[in-house]
């Protein structure tokens, strides 16, 4: 058995940093998709919003379809058409082809997206110690690889299915030669696992609400980083073009460090210890960047920020494992919608609240949503005994009383 969970994490590692490498190759060449199709700024915006929103529902169909259906299956069939959309996505030519790749794209996604932390989450219970964040490190080391080979495509002046047809090429059959050793606690590679506690339960949404708030803090932070730091650095710090292109790198690079060594702290210190450390170093990060007198320091705050929002995602996906061992597949795919539903607000809340107050004033606002996730760092308990607010947590079998599991 630890010989197919070796191969399992080896496998499913490499799915993590094969959807970051898609990902960024697809978020750092829109304004060549835009030039491409001849996408107005107007119409741009509605195009954006549809990935995250179909991904949504990607990841709640993933909901029902493992109830018949393996993740590892899934996430064997799923990525495969992420990364011919992507191609589609290169390869097209009218704005109705661009459409259909997209929604391509979000709904595969979000079916990937979910499968994939739902087997993440199978795994480090078969290891019985933290590995998820070493899932997540892939991701983040896939999305530099990502934003770099886009970087060579926009340097050398490639067309987008120029630069995304050796990538597909590549990365397409290797998947499907790595899918062969995805395990799970359902059968095929892992079916001897042993089934967790509590097989049956039924998924109640009210005590997965908190772990659905942090996610949702989680990714609007990482979106105000990925879509303002650019254009802070540059319009409200005074730096240079070229100088406002780094503080997204080395925030990718420090997420990477974060996310290679944060098992290592979870195991040594608990989850809990690390989400409020994390909480609390994004904060300041934050803090450093509204308060920057200038563009070094303000790199010094997303540097923070790298460090401290790292944690939050692949422990809120654990911790939902946790606190639902039988029902974990579901708990994952309907928390993965919080993912979305934190980046399809980030990036608008930061630039209404720039446009209407300042841009400094509107990176406090994400200041303040992390520090919530303190209020709920309980949450994260390996074997939570109560729940915030001093209520219970629910037994398996009292679980779905009262309740249709909303």
């Known amino acids: 058995m630890t010989d197919v969970l070796r191969r399992g994490r080896g496998s499913l590692a490499f799915s993590f940093l094969v959807q970051g490498v898609a990902f960024a190759l697809l978020v750092t060449?829109?304004?060549?998709?835009?030039?491409?199709?001849?996408?107005?700024?107007?119409?741009?915006?509605?195009?954006?919003?549809?990935?995250?929103?179909l991904a949504g529902v990607g990841s709640v169909t993933t909901e029902r379809l493992v109830k018949r259906v393996r993740p590892s299956r899934l996430l064997r069939w799923s990525?495969?058409?992420?990364?011919?959309?992507?191609?589609?996505?290169?390869?097209?030519?009218?704005?109705?082809?661009l459409g259909v790749a997209l929604a391509a794209f979000g709904?595969?996604?979000?079916?990937?997206?979910?499968?994939?932390?739902?087997?993440?989450?199978?795994?480090?219970?078969?290891?019985?110690?933290s590995i998820m964040l070493s899932f997540h490190a892939a991701y983040s080391l896939g999305g530099i690889v990502g934003a770099s080979l886009a970087w060579v495509g926009a340097h050398w002046h490639?067309?987008?299915?120029v630069s995304y047809l050796p990538v597909v090429l590549v990365l397409l059959p290797a998947v499907l030669v790595g899918s062969r050793w995805y395990a799970d606690d359902r059968g095929g590679a892992a079916g001897e696992a042993e089934k967790p506690a509590g097989e049956g339960?039924?998924?109640?949404?009210?005590?997965?609400?908190?772990?659905?708030?942090?996610m949702t803090v989680a990714y609007i932070g990482d979106s105000t980083v990925s879509n303002w730091s650019a254009k802070y650095l540059q319009d409200v710090l005074g730096s240079s073009e070229q100088m406002a292109t780094v503080?997204?790198?080395?925030?990718?690079?420090?997420t990477l460090l974060g996310r290679a060594i944060g098992d290592l702290g979870v195991r040594?210190?608990?989850?809990?210890?690390?989400?409020?450390?994390?909480?609390?170093?994004?904060?300041?990060?934050?803090?450093?960047?509204?308060g920057a007198p200038g563009a070094w320091v303000g790199m010094l705050g997303f540097t923070l920020l790298g460090l401290g929002l790292c944690v939050l995602v692949p422990q809120t996906f654990a911790a939902a494992g946790r606190l639902f061992p039988g029902a974990s597949d579901a708990a994952v795919a309907r928390l993965n919608v919080f993912n979305y539903v934190g980046f399809l607000i980030g990036s608008p809340l930061v630039g209404a609240l720039g446009d209407l107050w300042s841009y400094r004033g509107a990176m406090l606002v994400p200041m303040v949503l992390v520090l919530v996730t303190l209020v709920y760092a309980r949450s994260f308990e390996a074997q939570p005994d109560?729940?915030?607010?001093?209520?219970?947590?629910?037994?398996?079998?009292?679980?779905?009383?009262?309740?249709?599991?909303?």
């Open 386 to 406: 109560r729940y915030g607010g001093g209520h219970e947590r629910p037994r398996t079998a009292d679980v779905g009383r009262g309740s249709n599991g909303l």
């Open 201 to 214: 339960q039924v998924l109640v949404f009210k005590w997965l609400l908190p772990l659905c708030l942090v």
């Open 268 to 290: 040594r210190f608990g989850a809990v210890a690390v989400v409020r450390g994390g909480a609390l170093v994004a904060a300041g990060g934050f803090a450093v960047v509204a």
């Open 79 to 97: 990525q495969p058409v992420v990364l011919l959309a992507l191609l589609g996505v290169g390869a097209g030519e009218r704005m109705v082809e």
């Open 158 to 161: 490639l067309a987008l299915w």
């Open 29 to 53: 060449r829109i304004p060549a998709i835009q030039d491409r199709y001849g996408v107005s700024d107007a119409l741009l915006p509605a195009f954006l919003a549809a990935v995250p929103i």
């Open 247 to 254: 503080p997204y790198n080395v925030y990718m690079v420090t």
């Open 107 to 129: 709904l595969a996604v979000g079916v990937l997206d979910a499968s994939m932390n739902m087997l993440g989450v199978s795994l480090q219970r078969s290891y019985g110690r």
